[in-house]
């Protein structure tokens, strides 16, 4: 009898026990041993500069945490934009003993039979910046709904509820992240009945063919309060409206440095004041904490939110500075921001930002 | 050439050192295959398992039978650029209705072939270049996936997906599936009397003409069945990712070509090898496989890849040079 009266204390114990290490493993960056865990990276694409300065952050990000005994060991594999073979490179990955594998994947749906493999087998999948569908991997994206409401949040925070003409420059037609993206836009626009769309242009994210839509579009137009972006657009907006002898209205930055360099120098000139944010490259770090945190014990939901990379006029010159000529903004996602993103999206409060550089 | 005899059976050795070169030459994409198997055993022993050849071969079966597709247009002297744009159209088709409707699936399945066995109709008859006729297809069979799928997505039935996963006895089902794809094509390609007349419609035409054949039936009759064993690879592949992707296997195309040319195929027509293009569609597989076990850097690794194909090609080359 006092046999099982020990056990059921003992049992007792242990539920509590549990109970306490659930609490610790919902806030803050799980402790667990990782130290001989192996993390990989699939890359469906290695083939332009955004595609390669992914790689870079993850690389270093992984030689980091080797050297800080936080986990055994990362590698890469990229398919060259073959998504048979991208899934042929997870089964290897299976076979070569990889504990956790990131995925940036070549197709939302071909992976499928190869992620679930994976996930059998016991591997962590952590499928990012793409919208993997089968249902056992963790993906980790940006929500363009909020890019959409925090363009015109920034917007009515300069604005008001004054009556304002608004013109939307997409990215290219029948693209998912356009899309996407205008969906957000059109959601974002309902909650500010007082502003007009008074025309849209397909910029294709760079600014010479920004330049020449805007420049076709702004004869039409009434005055322009504010314009709305995709990224890589910006720059050419505004020369478009310079050309036209017109005042510069809003325009929303998308983090590239020709933007964040003409802002400055407008903001010096007549303290010209906008916004700017965007996707960055680095998103295969948080990727990366996100597998490592879930090795570690942390509970983590299916669906992570990266927040966007956002840059207000006074960190303005700080982010400035590392930016090279003609790149975009890259920032370092270190663990401890990567677990208060977490947590953040478990108790779906707003997400962090990115710090500013010192 | 037309007086000459039907060179068919195109290899006669005469003495027994070109024998020899002639076995390595059809040799040569196994020793291949064995030299990286034995390095991606060293580097991880584990994988010298039934679990692990399942894991290395899954993703060759769809691949073995777009190359045995490929293998009977080139053994006409032709070549099929639109292969690996019919695969994805077979995968789209696949995951929409073979589950729900299975007729339909059947349905679409059997007009396609058709469609192929048309094309080589057309080929024939107009005496066009199969190189042109093929490229424009690849882009009607890339349009109607499209309009069929505009987003990857549908679901393979769950009966295929399981038959993809399913783990036979003695071997995982990517070798035995590969085992009985080679012993078929030998025993009707490299062995029966019509395989011979279906190679000498490839290597000498008016002579298979001569000798009473419908030269008309054959190409037909060929391109049908690569339509089929296309359908086979779209189908396989259907259920190893268990979805459908318009553009998921335009590689097939090439390294389909490159498996029939690596077994001991030849572009001139009529000179091909079932087992030698099942083995090479092996090797090639696992050469992407390899890459990744011997963690080359990823901007490397498309150029590595390249210099694999490369270096096991100019040694088939190397070895027919000498056995002339």
């Known amino acids: 009898m006092s046999k099982t009266t020990a056990l059921f204390i003992a049992a007792m114990l242990g539920c509590t026990s549990f109970a306490a290490l659930d609490a610790r493993a919902y806030e803050g960056v799980a402790k667990g041993d990782t130290s001989a865990k192996k993390i990989a990276f699939s890359n469906s694409y290695a083939g332009n500069s955004f595609r390669q300065v992914m790689i870079k952050s993850f690389e270093e990000m992984g030689a980091k945490a080797v050297a800080d005994k936080q986990i055994a060991a990362t590698a890469v594999v990229s398919s060259n934009n073959s998504v048979t073979e991208q899934a042929s490179q997870i089964e290897n990955l299976i076979l070569q003993g990889y504990d956790a594998i990131i995925v940036l994947a070549g197709s939302d749906t071909a992976l499928n039979g190869a992620i679930k493999d994976a996930c059998n087998a016991g591997i962590t999948v952590v499928a990012f910046a793409s919208g993997v569908t089968e249902p056992c991997a963790y993906v980790v994206d940006y929500n363009l709904d909020s890019y959409a409401k925090a363009e015109l949040d920034f917007i009515s925070s300069k604005l008001g509820d004054k009556p304002a003409n608004i013109l939307e420059i997409r990215g290219m037609a029948g693209d998912g992240f356009d899309k996407r993206l205008h969906e957000g836009v059109e959601k974002a626009m309902k909650a500010h009945a007082s502003y007009k769309a008074v025309g849209e242009v397909y910029g294709q994210w760079t600014a010479t063919v920004a330049q020449k839509e805007v420049s076709g579009i702004l004869p039409s137009l009434?005055?322009?309060?504010?314009?709305?972006?995709?990224?890589?657009?910006?720059?050419?907006?505004?020369?478009?409206?310079?050309?036209?002898?017109?005042?510069?209205?809003?325009?929303?930055?998308?983090?590239?440095?020709?933007?964040?360099?003409?802002?400055?120098?407008?903001?010096?000139?007549?303290?010209?004041?906008?916004?700017?944010?965007?996707?960055?490259?680095?998103?295969?770090?948080?990727?990366f904490w996100v597998a490592q945190q879930i090795l570690a014990g942390k509970q983590v939901p299916k669906f992570v939110e990266v927040p966007l990379l956002q840059i207000n006029q006074p960190d303005l010159d700080a982010w400035l500075k590392t930016v090279p000529a003609g790149g975009v903004v890259n920032a370092e996602y270190p663990q401890e921001l990567v677990a208060k993103i977490i947590d953040a999206n478990v108790k779906k409060e707003p997400l962090p930002g990115v710090p500013a550089p010192k | 050439m037309s007086d000459a005899p039907a060179r068919v059976p195109a290899r006669s050795p005469s003495n027994p050192r070109s024998a020899l070169l002639n076995a390595m030459q059809v040799g040569l994409p196994a020793i291949a295959l064995l030299v990286m198997l034995a390095i991606i055993f060293s580097i991880r022993p584990a994988a010298m398992s039934y679990f692990g050849f399942h894991l290395l071969f899954k993703l060759s079966v769809p691949l073995v039978f777009a190359a045995?597709?490929?293998?009977?247009?080139?053994?006409?002297?032709?070549?099929?650029?639109?292969?690996?744009?019919?695969?994805?159209?077979?995968?789209?088709?696949?995951?929409?209705?073979?589950?729900?409707?299975?007729?339909?699936?059947?349905?679409?399945?059997?007009?396609?072939?058709?469609?192929?066995?048309?094309?080589?109709?057309?080929?024939?008859?107009?005496?066009?270049?199969?190189?042109?006729?093929?490229?424009?297809?690849?882009?009607?069979?890339?349009?109607?996936?499209?309009?069929l799928l505009p987003a990857p997505g549908g679901s393979a039935p769950a009966w295929l997906a399981a038959f993809m996963s399913w783990q036979p006895p003695l071997m995982p089902l990517s070798i035995w599936l590969a085992a009985l794809a080679a012993l078929a094509g030998h025993l009707v390609i490299s062995r029966s009397s019509?395989?011979?007349?279906?190679?000498?419609?490839?290597?000498?035409?008016?002579?298979?003409?001569?000798?009473?054949?419908?030269?008309?039936?054959?190409?037909?009759?060929?391109?049908?069945?690569a339509g089929l064993l296309a359908c086979l690879a779209g189908l396989t592949l259907t259920g190893l990712t268990t979805s459908g992707d318009a553009n998921v296997a335009p590689a097939y195309t090439l390294l389909g070509v490159g498996a029939v040319i690596l077994g001991g195929g030849a572009f001139t027509g009529g000179v091909?090898?079932?087992?030698?293009?099942?083995?090479?569609?092996?090797?090639?597989?696992l050469a992407g496989s390899l890459l990744s076990f011997l963690q080359v850097p990823p901007t490397w690794q498309i150029g590595a890849q390249g210099v694999i194909l490369f270096l096991v090609l100019a040694g088939r080359v190397l070895l027919s040079e000498r056995a002339r």
Not at chain 2, 272 to 285: E, R
């Open chain 2, 272 to 285: 091909v090898s079932p087992v030698g293009t099942v083995v090479g569609a092996l090797t090639l597989s």
């Open chain 2, 68 to 147: 045995l597709a490929q293998m009977m247009v080139i053994m006409l002297g032709d070549i099929d650029l639109s292969n690996g744009a019919f695969v994805g159209l077979i995968t789209c088709i696949t995951a929409l209705y073979l589950g729900d409707a299975p007729a339909i699936a059947a349905l679409c399945y059997l007009v396609l072939i058709a469609a192929y066995a048309g094309l080589g109709l057309l080929i024939h008859a107009r005496q066009l270049p199969s190189i042109i006729v093929t490229l424009g297809m690849s882009f009607i069979w890339l349009g109607i996936a499209v309009i």
């Open chain 2, 194 to 225: 019509y395989g011979v007349v279906l190679r000498g419609a490839g290597g000498n035409p008016r002579a298979v003409q001569r000798a009473g054949w419908s030269v008309v039936g054959i190409r037909v009759a060929v391109y049908a069945a």
């Open chain 1, 222 to 287: 009434p005055q322009v309060d504010a314009v709305l972006t995709q990224g890589g657009d910006g720059y050419g907006a505004a020369q478009a409206f310079k050309a036209a002898s017109r005042p510069l209205p809003i325009i929303i930055m998308g983090n590239r440095q020709d933007e964040l360099a003409l802002w400055k120098q407008e903001h010096d000139a007549g303290g010209y004041e906008t916004f700017s944010l965007g996707a960055t490259p680095s998103v295969s770090q948080v990727a």
